[in-house]
């Protein structure tokens, strides 16, 4: 079954304490994107990359760190969360080179106290 | 950048009834329009999209209209059904030649009556 996949789903955790959310696809997609869901604001583009090793910021990229080492997997890292980055976290791979049909992963809900 | 304003922000309508979610944006380069569909607590979810050499697309009970010269596009949904239920989100791209970059509009919250 095509799919991507994140983990973990639901993540409570503490100002400064690194975290990393995983997302893997399994469908060869070269390109491969991270979202945050905020009430009222929509879908905001965090980081974005477009094959192995090539990535680019978003709209909101500040607070954020990302790597494509593989194809298939592209972690979302948080070297010092703040309580802003609480969101609804989405990773999303596209059937088309240019990044324009995403298919989203089922999503991270991270909360930081 | 591009700018992406979506309305309205809420939208009750009785079951067969046609509902209507308009979208603006600023960027008259743009050239990608899809629409996505998030049902409560799942992903968002590709529904339909058009280009912008395109000023109509229709599946089933679904259609989107895009006026490039007034620059907003609009998502037709007919004979509304519980199931169509959701949060609706507008985006617009430009394709820079080596990346689309999508700006999502803030979403509108579909409640289908019966």
């Known amino acids: 079954e095509a799919q991507v996949t994140q983990n973990p789903r639901y993540l409570i955790t503490v100002t400064g304490k690194k975290l990393t959310v995983t997302c893997s696809q399994n469908?060869?997609?070269?390109?491969m994107s991270w979202y945050r869901q905020d009430p009222g604001l929509g879908l905001r583009q965090i980081y974005y990359?477009?094959?192995?090793?090539?990535?680019d910021k978003g709209d909101v990229p500040e607070g954020y760190k990302v790597s494509r080492k593989e194809k298939r997997n592209f972690p979302l890292i948080l070297e010092s969360p703040s309580p802003n980055q609480t969101s609804l976290y989405f990773c999303?791979?596209?059937?088309?080179?240019?990044?324009?049909?995403?298919?989203f992963g089922s999503g991270t809900q991270l909360s930081v106290l | 950048g591009e700018n992406v304003e979506q309305h309205p922000s809420t939208l009750s309508v009785q079951e067969g009834d046609s509902a209507v979610i308009k979208c603006t944006y600023s960027?008259?380069?743009?050239?990608?329009f899809p629409w996505y569909k998030q049902e409560l607590g799942k992903r968002p979810q590709l529904i339909i999209d058009?280009?912008?050499?395109?000023g109509e697309k229709k599946d089933q009970r679904i259609a989107v209209t895009l006026n490039k010269t007034a620059k907003h596009f609009s998502l037709h949904i007919t004979e509304t059904q519980p199931e169509d239920s959701a949060v609706y989100f507008c985006?617009?791209?430009?394709?820079?030649?080596?990346?689309?970059?999508?700006?999502f509009g803030t979403g509108t919250r579909l409640q289908v009556t019966l």
């Open positions: 990359s477009m094959n192995v090793e090539v990535t």
């Open positions: 985006a617009a791209s430009r394709y820079t030649g080596t990346a689309s970059k999508l700006t």
């Open positions: 999303a791979s596209s059937t088309d080179t240019r990044g324009e049909k995403l298919f």
């Open positions: 058009i280009r912008s050499n395109v």
């Open positions: 960027d008259s380069a743009s050239n990608y």
């Open positions: 469908m060869n997609h070269e390109y």
